[in-house]
């Protein structure tokens, strides 16, 4: 986040935007730095993907993003 300008986030369809992180810390202050510039109606996922992992209700995989391989 130390990168982040808000003002140029685009979001098509902020009623279907989820934002999650690891545990809901960051997500929570990504989403107050786009209402700061008037982008609202993000759901943020609570608990982040700890919460996500907890409910157990959707099927996860062991997806890994391709930058993370450079």
Same mark, same amino acid.
């Given at each position: 986040?130390?990168?982040?300008?808000?003002?140029?986030?685009?979001i098509d369809?902020?009623?279907?935007?989820?934002v999650h992180?690891?545990? +809901?810390?960051?997500?929570?202050?990504? /989403?107050? #730095?786009?209402?700061?510039?008037?982008? &609202?109606?993000?759901?943020?996922?609570?608990?982040g993907f700890? +919460?996500?992992?907890?409910?157990?209700? /959707?099927? #996860?995989?062991?997806?890994?993003?391709? &930058?993370?391989?450079?």
């Amino acid at each position: 986040m130390d990168y982040l300008n808000a003002s140029e986030v685009s979001i098509d369809d902020p009623a279907n935007t989820y934002v999650h992180c690891a545990g +809901g810390y960051r997500s929570v202050i990504f /989403l107050s #730095l786009l209402a700061q510039n008037g982008k &609202t109606g993000i759901t943020n996922v609570e608990g982040g993907f700890a +919460g996500i992992e907890k409910e157990n209700k /959707l099927e #996860l995989t062991e997806y890994v993003c391709p &930058t993370t391989m450079l």
